[in-house]
């Protein structure tokens, strides 16, 4: 009898639409289960419970957090959870092997049964909707990164369905908020922005932000010439080839049903393979959401897929140039100060039919590139660029990075955790 349930719920699963009510009839035990469960398991004043992109991986604000932590001291007597979705990946146990650190699965039972039981939350996404913030737990929401696209309630009603799909997406970031008890920022203009796309005054939770500064940007400050080369001899690339590094971001209209978000890389990569291939290697970064692969063939030569590896810190720090679009990894990487293309081949379309931006694009630092051919001949004269771009560059780290350092963890985990 087992084997045939077994049998029915392996097809059921390859079904995008029977998948979805698995999913949904999972969650709602889960739920039951978590409400029941929270009440009796008492909370561990000194358990801090670490998630980074929704169990993905080991990155950003809560990696530099735990790690500042697990350093100090102070913290020697904490007991530390990160969660993963496969606990059992070689890279995972490699990182942890040997610290006083418990991995956990995601969503599973014993999951939900650590959220119940740790006194502080470090997250820089979202933790399930029934997960409830006990009144003495600590929710310390990292977010990662500042935005350039409006978030949550500064997203205006566009196309069909979208008052509803609008009022859904009100609903979770009210939702999320209502949890939070800190909220980090690097800036008051990044302060801001979440303040209103979390409808923070509204809820009555405008001073949760801690604005101290990004924890993930202590690591570009504090590298070495030794570390770069250890980073590219890790990646297979020699070490004396300049590297570039595209990052675009995910689109809300590129979205195939049961597949996920897709995305068009946008250029032509034989063509800057037979340009710059003797000179460069360039890194393809693609954002979380993203489901489909590329097809590298006849440049993995040239190009690396790096959409899986967990430090994008150490990606920055190995790149002369950035080549983005609409993605908030440029805040981070102008700490650097090293050259930034922004390819914005869809601007006009992105900016009118999905989603607006915070700041104005003549801020930006670096320029604004619409076709492939103008992108190519930008990274063959990327020394003239980086002159013609250097008063706005340094205006633009004035305003939206002044409070980035080495330090940034410290002064966070001192704010955060007691």
């Given at each position: ?8 719920k392996?097809?059921l ?8 009510i698995?999913?949904?009839?999972k969650t ?11 009440k009796?398991?008492?909370v561990?004043?000194k358990m801090?419970i670490?998630?980074a992109f929704?169990a ?7 990696k ?5 932590m697990?350093s100090?001291?102070k913290?020697?007597?904490?007991k530390f959870?990160?969660v993963?979705?496969d606990i059992d990946?070689?890279?995972i ?9 418990i991995?956990?699965r ?5 999951y939900?049964?650590?959220y119940?039981?740790?006194?502080y ?7 399930p909707?029934c997960i409830v ?7 310390i929401?990292c977010w ?10 500064d ?5 069909n369905?979208?008052m ?6 009100r609903?979770?970031y009210?939702?999320?908020?209502s949890r939070?008890?800190?909220?980090l920022?690097p ?9 209103s796309?979390?409808n ?5 939770k405008e001073?949760i ?7 993930r ?9 030794d570390?770069v080369?250890a ?7 020699p ?5 570039i ?15 996920g978000?897709?995305f ?16 460069y ?5 693609m954002?979380y959401?993203i489901?489909n ?11 690396v ?5 967990n430090?994008v810190?150490?990606?920055y720090i ?6 983005t679009d609409y993605?908030?990894v440029f ?10 293309l922004?390819y914005m ?8 039919n ?22 190519s001949?930008a990274?063959?004269n990327?020394?003239?660029i980086?002159e013609?771009y ?6 633009f780290?004035d305003?939206f ?6 330090d940034s963890s410290?002064?966070?985990?001192e704010t955060?955790?007691k």
């Amino acid at each position: 009898m087992n084997f045939i349930k077994k049998i029915i719920k392996t097809l059921l699963a390859k079904n995008y639409f029977s998948n979805n009510i698995l999913e949904k009839v999972k969650t709602y035990r889960l739920n039951k289960y978590y409400k029941k469960m929270s009440k009796k398991v008492p909370v561990d004043e000194k358990m801090v419970i670490f998630e980074a992109f929704f169990a993905k991986k080991y990155a950003c604000s809560p990696k530099a957090i735990y790690e500042y932590m697990l350093s100090d001291p102070k913290y020697k007597d904490f007991k530390f959870v990160w969660v993963f979705r496969d606990i059992d990946d070689p890279e995972i146990k490699k990182i942890f092997k040997g610290k006083r650190t418990i991995l956990l699965r995601y969503k599973t039972k014993k999951y939900y049964r650590f959220y119940a039981r740790a006194k502080y939350w470090v997250t820089n996404a979202r933790v399930p909707d029934c997960i409830v913030k006990k009144p003495e737990q600590v929710y310390i929401q990292c977010w990662h990164g500042t935005p350039l696209k409006k978030l949550g309630w500064d997203i205006e009603v566009k196309g069909n369905n979208a008052m509803s799909s609008n009022k859904e997406v009100r609903r979770q970031y009210n939702h999320d908020a209502s949890r939070y008890t800190y909220m980090l920022s690097p800036s008051r203009f990044c302060s801001e922005k979440l303040t209103s796309a979390f409808n923070l005054k509204a809820l009555g939770k405008e001073n949760i932000i801690v604005e101290k500064g990004y924890p993930r940007n202590d690591e570009l400050f504090t590298f070495d010439n030794d570390k770069v080369n250890a980073i590219k001899d890790e990646l297979g690339i020699p070490r004396d080839k300049k590297v570039i590094l595209y990052a675009p971001t995910w689109r809300d209209n590129q979205h195939k049903l049961g597949v996920g978000y897709t995305f068009d890389i946008g250029i032509d990569l034989k063509k800057l393979k037979t340009l710059y291939g003797d000179e460069y290697v360039i890194l393809m970064r693609m954002h979380y959401l993203i489901a489909n692969q590329m097809n590298l063939h006849g440049v993995s030569d040239f190009a690396v897929d790096v959409s899986s590896y967990n430090n994008v810190n150490d990606l920055y720090i190995i790149s002369d140039i950035l080549i983005t679009d609409y993605s908030s990894v440029f805040f981070d990487y102008a700490n650097l100060k090293r050259p930034i293309l922004f390819y914005m081949y869809d601007l006009d379309t992105y900016q009118n039919n999905t989603r607006d931006f915070y700041i104005s694009l003549d801020e930006l630092p670096g320029p604004i590139i619409k076709e492939a051919d103008e992108l190519s001949d930008a990274i063959g004269n990327i020394d003239s660029i980086s002159e013609q771009y250097k008063e706005k560059y340094k205006a633009f780290n004035d305003k939206f990075n002044y409070l980035d350092d080495a330090d940034s963890s410290k002064r966070v985990v001192e704010t955060c955790i007691k």
